[in-house]
């Protein structure tokens, strides 16, 4: 059989197996997930096809605010109701090595006789943005999987942090008291994009202080002004002692119905599209570039003292490119 | 050209390392230094923290899809808890990850260990460019081999 053919069956009997529940299988399914153009189209538009009811649910804001702690009180409720639930938590990766340290399974002990859960740890690899191709493929997999919710965890690097309202239908900035005054709270980037505003550790002494210059933004309407129909919400948790979880999921809950009732839950599956083909011929003309390149300075030497033809070898090199990203 | 090529591929898909401690053991230090120089080295790794079970860490690797598995055990109890972690393997279909142990294991320990299926067991005093590397190579081994098994 063709290498083609056979990882195409290959990874058509992983899909089905995922499918069936086999942990294993969904595990290998998200590794061939991270270079999604590298997919066989009939398995990529299976799982495009599926893919469309999740809710899927962002979690952003700064270092230590305790995204994860949070989630895992979120896994552990939706638990409790009878869904299912998916995490995606991503973490940076180094520059220098690029490698990466994923420490976010350390506070999301799972359940590990329950098989209604699955996380998962993604590094960026130097993409900026913090919402890796990678994470974007996995929350159509994870949807097709049939889990209910998907939760994405993304770097907290604070202001740059906006690709993940392309993917998700909700999202979360955690932030905690002690960080800044009303002006950081009122800065650009990533306190602009929620739905909805965890003030985390709210049992610490600043916290009432914290609680009142976010709503005084909020208030104001400086804080979530991506839809100006939806009116973000402010709730108070303290994830550790698992205060204000309930709050939160009611907010969540209560954004999702509001998505639902306008048929904006299906415009937010469009962009989250968008963002993903995107990516993903982006990623595929920088391969072909690369190719390309490897013969940049031959092809040079040739012409470099010549009066002409650099232009031409410019116009090669490009046509070169893009039949290299078409063709690898 | 060669090694170019999987330079890049590694690059591109970094080897995934789960670092674990199994078991009522909250001696962290050496899985942190391990974890760290896993790092450096250009390794994704999973840090599940201290005090875990072997299904917890079987788990892990199953939904991480890890390469390697690599656990610190200083609390005497290895045999117990790599036994019950490689069973649990299996039963999840994942016995092809390779696993590592380190710690104060006697010396007389090793073969047993290893009899059970652990690839390699590290004593104290090892040298941590030993350990990368032969994380590393486990992981190409496991690489080469794995990718057809569904």
Known sequence: MPRGERMSSDLRNLFSEALSGNLRAMGRLLTALENPYEVPPDVFDEIMARAGRAHVIGITGIPGAGKSTIISRLVREYRRQGLRVAVIAIDPSSPLSG?????????????????GTFIRS????????GLSLA??????AFDALGYDKVIVETVGVGQAEVDVTSAAHTVVVVTMPGVGDEIQALKAGVMEIGDIYVLNKSDLPDAQKAYEYLSFALDKGELGVQDSQWRPKLVRTSAV????VSDLISAVEE????????GKFTAKLTSRRITLVRLMA???LAKGVEEAMSRLEDRVTENALKSKGLLGVVRDLAKEACSAALNP | MESMLSLRSTKERPYKVIVAKLGLDGHDRGAKVIARALKDAGFEVVYTGIRQSSEQVARAAVEEDADVIGVSILSGAHIHHVKALIEKLRELGAEDIPVVVGGTIPVVDVEELKKMGVKEV??????LKKIVDLVRRLAEEKRSTGVAKG
């Open chain 1, 99 to 115: 490698g990466a340290l994923l420490g976010d399974r350390l506070r999301m002990q799972e359940d590990a006789k329950d098989p």
């Open chain 1, 122 to 129: 993604v590094s960026t690899r130097g993409l900026k943005g």
């Open chain 1, 135 to 140: 994470a974007l493929a996995m929350v159509e």
């Open chain 1, 241 to 244: 002692m698992g205060q204000g």
């Open chain 1, 255 to 262: 954004h999702r119905d509001y998505l639902l009732k306008d």
């Open chain 1, 282 to 284: 982006e990623r595929l």
């Open chain 2, 122 to 127: 590290f004593l104290p005093g090892e040298s």
